[in-house]
């Protein structure tokens, strides 16, 4: 875990909003006083009633509480938009850049204010209310934007759905949500390819988990094809015409919510995780200010899908509460061709370009030459966020597309934590390539062995954090016992990440990776359960284990056994119906890499699959099985390791 290199603070960053000396100082009265220093930065945000109890949270399991900023009130939109009015309402709050490049639209603040207030009366007209959840299913566009900001002004709560999900799963979270309402478009468009999804919300809703749908509202984008119900389907452009231009906004408690987003677990279905309002603009508005030492003018480019919480956060809250100017790309780094980022880059002089590994992975696997042709000398500093960076990745980014100009902020969080959690500040912190380095104000992180022993000093073990911050996930929507258990149960008084770290001698974390059944897919979450029950779903299939083996460019792959009914052949023509048959169930991103038969799965004589053993087959360290004494069948082991040749 040494760093092979270490990069001092860089001279651009001498004058950062943060330097070390402040970052420790401020830390430090973070975490002794919580109430003093949040009392204080709480106000970087308008409320419209000013809080006067700060923080009232604990961790203890049978006493959980989780409030901050409990008795203020404000709006979220109102933080993104109105104001903004005043100083700079002809400024660019987004710049779209479509799929094709030559696809270009400025939205200043003003125009951004106007949309969303009249999207924002048209879900009042059609009956949406404070409180209700309203599912989005929508390209990465304009528009989506303007819905989000629109549910947030009346206190709708948004559930952004990935646009890469299936119709069944779409159908899941709109039933676990109670969602009365979904918006749309005809279709969306990524890399050239169109996605069906008015057909694909048509398909959902025949599902029985989302009978709840009443409405749904259809943005006419692409113009393509597509099925009417006039009972239930409205035009997104004729509401928006109609409506008017002026929406007065609801005004939230801190506590109330803002938006759920369903993320995958260990086990289970995914879980909607729920935000709330004060602690989440206050927390997702200072990370993006000193993580990303924000600057005005600054062009910010976060190329997360708004269907994940790194959308959400940094694409569009915290950027828009600050008054920044929020890229948001439709398409993929690579059309039409591996210069397109650099070239958004150049075109949009862009300050802060904030990715995720795999993309950094993709590009690099093309050679030094893909970003020819651009100087993205406008890039001040760079960011990842999603999954572990490799340091020869971090290197490849550092060197070709920042010039060996701009600072790489590692940042470590989840859909849980609402914002980053563990990064450098890059006017107060050396970077070391793999290393998120040190927590961000408020953030207690401690390293925990499994008996719930907390570990000192350098050392690896499961990552906790200690107390709460602002943008702390409240509960998972619809089932709080699942939270506390999810959360608070495996240790006493701590929240468990899910996560497992090192801390090198200066203290600084190095994350990873899950050390629970989650896979990291190309930066995407998605448990192995999940494609497990997907899989025995299948008639063909008895029984199925997945687990994530070592991936090149998506990080960790999707490797299945699968054990077949009695009687039924394993054929390659089957292997490509499962994969199909999963891409089908969850979406392209669960697609399986390797489906290995498997005659029998190892089990423990109580019948828990070993995955241990299992990941080992799937990375090729069959030298070192480990211990297989308590295997029921240890004979399992070598059918699995012949067979590992034929699949
Ligand atoms: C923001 C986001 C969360 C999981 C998390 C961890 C992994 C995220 C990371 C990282 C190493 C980083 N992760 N950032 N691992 N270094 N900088 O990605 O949220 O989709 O919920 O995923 O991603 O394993 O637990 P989410």
Not at 278 to 287: K, L, P
Not at 333 to 339: F, L, N
Not at 405 to 430: R, S
């Given at each position: 875990m040494a760093a092979d290199s270490v990069y001092p603070i860089s001279d651009s960053m001498k004058d950062a909003h943060i330097n070390r000396e402040q970052y420790e100082a401020m830390y430090r009265e973070s975490i002794e006083d919580p109430d003093g220093f949040w009392g204080r930065h709480g106000k970087r945000i308008d409320w419209m009633r000013p809080y006067t109890k700060v923080k009232n949270t604990s961790f203890d399991r049978n006493n959980l509480s989780i409030r901050w900023f409990e008795d203020g009130t404000l709006n979220a939109s109102v933080n993104c938009?109105?104001?903004?009015?005043?100083?700079?309402?002809?400024?660019?709050?987004?710049?779209?850049?479509?799929?094709?490049?030559?696809?270009?639209?400025?939205?200043?603040?003003?125009?951004?204010?106007?949309?969303?207030?009249?999207?924002?009366?048209?879900?009042?007209?059609l009956g949406v209310k404070k409180g209700d959840v309203v599912t989005?299913?929508?390209?990465?566009?304009?528009?989506?934007?303007?819905?989000?900001?629109?549910?947030?002004?009346?206190?709708?709560?948004?559930?952004?759905?990935?646009?890469?999900?299936?119709?069944?799963?779409?159908?899941?979270?709109?039933?676990?949500?109670?969602?009365?309402?979904?918006?749309?478009?005809?279709?969306?468009?990524?890399?050239?390819?169109?996605?069906?999804?008015?057909?694909?919300?048509?398909?959902?809703?025949?599902?029985?988990?989302?009978?709840?749908?009443?409405?749904?509202?259809?943005?006419?984008?692409?113009?393509?094809?597509?099925?009417?119900?006039?009972?239930?389907?409205?035009?997104?452009?004729g509401l928006m015409e109609e409506a008017e231009p002026w929406c007065e906004p609801e005004e939230m408690n801190a506590e109330d919510p803002l938006f759920m987003l369903y993320t995958s677990g260990s086990t289970g279905a995914?879980?909607?995780?729920?935000?709330?309002?004060?602690?989440?603009?206050?927390?997702?508005?200072?990370?993006?200010?000193?993580?990303?030492?924000y600057r005005p003018g600054d062009v910010f480019w976060c190329t997360a899908d708004v269907g994940w919480i790194t959308g959400h956060s940094y694409t569009l809250y915290g950027p828009l509460a600050n008054g920044a100017t929020t890229l948001l790309y439709?398409?993929?780094?690579?059309?039409?061709?591996?210069?397109?980022?650099?070239?958004?880059?150049?075109?949009h002089q862009v300050a802060t370009l904030y990715t995720a590994p795999t993309g950094i992975r993709a590009l690099m696997a093309g050679g030094d030459h893909v970003m020819d042709g651009t100087s993205r000398t406008s890039l001040r500093l760079l960011g990842t966020a999603g999954e572990p960076i490799n340091p020869q990745a971090w290197e490849w980014f550092y060197r070709v597309?920042?010039?060996?100009?701009?600072?790489?902020?590692?940042?470590?969080?989840?859909?849980?934590?609402?914002?980053?959690?563990?990064?450098?500040?890059?006017?107060?912190?050396?970077?070391?390539?793999?290393?998120?380095?040190?927590?961000?104000?408020?953030v207690q992180p401690a390293l925990f062995d499994s008996e719930g022993n907390e570990l000192e000093g350098a050392t690896g073990g499961n990552l906790v954090i200690k107390d709460s911050w602002p943008a702390q996930m409240r509960t998972i929507f619809g089932d709080h016992e699942r939270f506390i258990k999810t959360y608070f149960s495996t240790y006493d008084g701590v929240y468990f990440t899910g996560d497992g770290a090192k801390r090198d001698e200066d203290g600084d974390y190095w994350i990873t990776g899950r050390v629970d059944d989650v896979l990291n897919v190309s930066g995407h979450r998605l448990g192995t359960a999940e494609v497990e029950s997907a899989l025995v779903a299948h008639d063909?299939?008895?029984?199925?284990?997945?687990?994530?083996?070592?991936?090149?460019?998506?990080?960790?792959?999707?490797?299945?056994?699968?054990?077949?009914?009695?009687?039924?052949?394993?054929?390659?023509?089957?292997?490509?119906?499962?994969?199909?048959?999963?891409r089908q169930?969850?979406?392209?991103?669960?697609?399986?890499?390797?489906?290995?038969?498997?005659?029998?799965?190892?089990?423990?004589?109580?019948?828990?699959?070993m995955r241990r053993i299992l990941r080992k087959i799937a990375s090729n360290e069959t030298d070192n099985l480990g211990d297989t004494s308590t295997l029921a069948d240890p004979g399992v082991v070598d059918e699995l390791m012949e067979y590992r040749a034929f699949r």
């Open positions: 938009l109105d104001r903004h009015l005043a100083d700079r309402g002809d400024q660019t709050a987004i710049i779209f850049e479509g799929d094709e490049p030559d696809v270009s639209r400025y939205v200043s603040y003003r125009e951004l204010h106007e949309k969303t207030c009249r999207f924002a009366n048209a879900l009042k007209g989005l299913y929508m390209p990465m566009i304009v528009e989506t934007a303007v819905a989000m900001l629109a549910c947030a002004r009346i206190g709708a709560i948004h559930s952004v759905v990935f646009a890469g999900f299936s119709p069944e799963a779409l159908a899941a979270r709109i039933g676990n949500g109670g969602s009365r309402f979904v918006i749309t478009a005809d279709e969306g468009v990524r890399g050239g390819r169109r996605i069906p999804l008015k057909s694909n919300v048509d398909q959902a809703l025949e599902e029985p988990a989302a009978s709840v749908v009443e409405r749904v509202v259809v943005l006419g984008y692409t113009g393509g094809a597509m099925q009417w119900h006039d009972s239930r389907d409205v035009d997104f452009n995914p879980k909607g995780v729920l935000h709330t309002t004060g602690g989440y603009m206050v927390y997702t508005s200072i990370t993006h200010e000193y993580v990303f030492d439709e398409g993929i780094p690579t059309y039409p061709d591996e210069s397109r980022l650099g070239r958004i880059v150049d075109k597309i920042g010039n060996e100009q701009a600072p790489i902020v590692d940042t470590w969080w989840q859909t849980e934590t609402g914002g980053v959690m563990i990064g450098p500040l890059p006017g107060a912190m050396e970077l070391k390539p793999g290393s998120a380095t040190r927590p961000f104000f408020g063909k299939v008895a029984e199925a284990a997945v687990v994530g083996y070592p991936h090149d460019v998506k990080g960790e792959g999707i490797y299945v056994y699968v054990t077949l009914m009695k009687g039924e052949e394993p054929t390659d023509a089957l292997r490509d119906e499962l994969v199909q048959w999963v169930r969850i979406g392209p991103i669960a697609t399986p890499d390797v489906i290995q038969w498997a005659p029998g799965l190892p089990k423990t004589r109580s019948g828990k699959i």
